[in-house]
């Protein structure tokens, strides 16, 4: 399965995973504290001809739940997780050509990290 970070080349693969938007911002809670707010959108894009048999979303949820089980294990050295919000939407759109199946992932984060090590 091919991951893309921008939509350059997607319009020519069938199945790929598009990295479409991260954002972080740094919020200094006080001197020895930072909290960083991310979110990442990934949409996990299915293309298939628009005649006949169309096929199944199959390939494209088993793609979502690999999504799913990499969210639940996320982890960092150095930061606790404080929140954490995981949501998908299912789009299909149908052209005169093909079909396009689409599952938008949100994946919110906000995490604390104490610039003291206590170790």
């Known amino acids: ?43 996990i894009i299915q293309r298939v001809p628009n005649v006949g048999n169309t096929g199944s979303r199959a390939a494209i949820n088993d793609a979502e739940n690999e999504v799913a089980v990499a969210y639940e294990l996320f982890e960092i050295e150095e930061f606790t997780p404080t929140t954490k919000a995981y949501s998908s939407t299912d789009l299909v ?5 093909e079909i396009i199946n689409r599952t938008i992932v949100t994946i919110n984060l906000k995490l604390y990290q104490n610039e003291y090590n206590t170790d």
């Open 93 to 97: 759109t149908y052209g005169l050509n």
């Open 1 to 43: 399965m091919n991951v893309f970070d921008s939509s350059q080349g997607v319009d020519n693969e069938d199945f790929c995973v598009l990295l479409s938007t991260q954002i972080k911002v740094l919020e200094h809670g006080n001197k020895c504290v930072k909290n960083w707010d991310s979110t990442i959108l990934i949409e």
